[in-house]
């Protein structure tokens, strides 16, 4: 059922091997149900393809997937490349007037949706000619558009699968073909069309693969989208690599939500954003030290707080179900005081850095890695090359270039943009900086449109300010801009925290105790800080700050501008 050439590096010769080696194991499905062998996966990817194919799609064709997590949209994916044609997965959390431009612009010829989500393209209903397929079964009954249900098309394909007494013959794809391309929503503003080849989303899989030893049959519960590269290279084509069984939360993770799911599947691996573990430490850790005095006063002494994280960290392992091998965080930078915490923990975790343009994987680990320093991302990936563009004579601190074959192609009908991004040489300029440490480690400082240049001419990283703030167990987030040459920060406070707190209070003494909590924290924070960054003003923002889909601020919604929620 594969075309007369194949190579090693292309995402149909992944899912061909794997199939054939584990054909009986268990592949993939949603968390606490069944899952598909490899053999039947496989399967319900060449029926589908074919029906494809059959109905017209050729290679180089595009093909939108706007669809929460599940194996169908796996299905779905890996039948889009197998005939050459191109996935444009779409993030389920985008705003209708994104999804528009998406489609428009890629004029897709299949579009695979779910009912969340079909609102979103209602009024294109004119403008969609191919066929509306729902992930998730949904019947239109309004009838404002036409759909059809994705087991009753995947039934009929493989119906006609078994009736056909010869192999489908598909085109040939090759390493360099484009697979995918994805829409960035970074924190620019600027969303850019990334292109992204066979070769640059399997290579980046098998070099992650080197990060720990993945044990076939192991569960992976994946609970960030798929439509992002993060999940999609580690938490999707990587666990396929090795006969890994996936299991999908289909639910937001909350942490009740995840400890349900982690109790029943006891996952191997989980990839996530800082955000799940931070929300953890300031729920579940902070208070159960503060709540006590001898427990607050041991853990001001090094080894003391190492016993306490140590006995915290084995509650932790037991809520992920107790056998979780590794915790993978990425897609931002993680707080250094939960870092702390983790590592004096001796929890399973490990950082990476990476973006969509680098599919996405740059550096990480590998996992029992004694030269690994905290604070940094670990080493560059095998075969990724890692230069910093210009350092600082001082500091060290560039632009981080990157050269490897997980680059992307460029982006599409950006030809100028293209040329900024990767230059003459191919080495794709991040817009991060950071610099390598005596040990080939990667420390990323922030980015370099956010850098904040001061009167005096001292380089300010907002990030790190941020940081500190945010460890402060009554903040959600915050945000630190520049304003008439005095730094400002913005704080979005734990309002559950500040309910619990001023219960059968005023208004009024509401008021004044959030005020107090700025600017204490602010006279804090301060004191960690150099003269020229500390912060002169504290504001309190009533509403969360715009995210992307990895829950990094969009900054550019904010700088220069009034941020009261």
């Known amino acids: 059922m594969v075309s007369d050439v194949e190579v090693s590096m292309t995402l149909n010769y992944v899912i061909d091997s794997s199939s054939f080696k584990f054909r009986e194991r268990p592949a993939i499905g949603m968390a606490m149900e069944k899952p598909l062998t490899y053999g039947e996966f496989h399967r319900r990817i060449i029926a589908l393809a074919k029906r494809m194919q059959d109905e017209g799609i050729k290679k180089g064709d595009r093909i939108a997937i706007l669809s929460e997590n599940s194996h169908n949209w796996g299905i779905a994916y890996l039948a889009i490349v197998r005939i050459g044609a191109v996935a444009v997965p779409i993030l389920p959390d985008l705003p209708e007037s994104d999804v528009h431009h998406i489609l428009k612009e890629m004029q897709i010829k299949v579009l695979f949706t779910t009912q969340k989500q079909i609102e979103k393209v209602y009024e294109l209903s004119e403008e969609l000619k191919g066929p509306i397929i729902t992930l998730d079964d949904y019947e239109a009954v309004i009838g404002v558009i036409s759909v059809t249900p994705f087991s009753v098309y995947l039934e009929e394909a493989l119906t006609a699968l078994r009736e056909n007494l010869e192999d489908p013959v598909f085109p040939v794809v090759e390493e360099d073909d484009i697979a995918a391309i994805l829409y960035t929503s970074g924190t620019s503003g600027y969303s850019k069309a990334v292109m992204l080849s066979h070769k640059n989303l399997t290579s980046n899989a098998y070099a992650a693969s080197s990060l720990m030893e993945i044990k076939p049959g192991s569960t992976w519960l994946s609970i960030l989208p798929m439509s992002h590269t993060y999940e999609f290279t580690c938490g999707f084509i990587l666990p396929l690599l090795f006969g890994c069984r996936i299991a999908y939360a289909g639910k937001s993770p909350t942490p009740a939500i995840l400890q349900k799911l982690c109790s029943y599947e006891r996952p191997f691996v989980i990839f996530a954003v800082p955000l799940v573990l931070e929300k953890i430490y300031k729920k579940r850790v902070l208070p159960q030290i503060e709540r006590s005095r001898l427990l607050s006063l041991i853990c001001k002494v090094g080894v003391g707080r190492k016993f306490i994280y140590r006995k915290i960290g084995k509650k932790l392992l037991t809520f ?64 990724v090359e890692v230069k910093i563009a210009e350092p600082d004579s001082e500091t060290g601190i560039g632009e981080i270039c990157v050269c490897g074959p997980n680059v992307m192609k460029g982006y599409y009908n950006d030809e100028e943009s293209t040329r900024k991004a990767l230059g003459r040489d191919g080495w794709l300029a991040t817009g991060d900086l950071g610099y390598l440490d005596d040990l080939g480690n990667l420390h990323v400082c922030g980015r370099s449109k956010n850098v904040i240049i001061m009167a005096n001419g001292e380089n300010i990283y907002p990030e790190a300010i941020e940081h500190k703030i945010n460890a402060c167990h009554w903040v959600v987030e915050s945000l630190v801009i520049e304003n008439s040459g005095r730094l400002e920060a913005w704080i979005y406070p734990d309002y559950e925290f500040v309910d619990d707190q001023t219960a059968g209070r005023s208004r009024a003494e509401r008021r004044a105790y959030i005020e ?50």
């Open 320 to 383: 992920f179900g107790g056998n979780l091998g590794l915790m993978g965080i990425g897609g931002a930078a993680l707080n250094p005081d939960v870092e702390r915490f983790l590592y004096e923990a001796e929890f399973p975790y490990l950082i990476g850095y990476g973006m969509t343009e680098s599919s996405p994987l740059i550096a990480g680990g590998p996992k029992n890695d004694k030269t690994i320093v905290i604070g940094s991302t670990g080493k560059p990936l095998p075969g």
């Open 516 to 565: 107090e909590l700025l600017e204490t924290m602010r006279s804090e924070i301060n004191e960690e800080l150099s003269k020229t960054s500390r912060i002169a003003k504290v504001f309190e923002r009533r509403e969360p700050f715009i995210k992307t889909a990895t829950h990094k601020i969009k900054r550019y919604l904010y700088d220069g501008h009034a941020i009261l929620g």
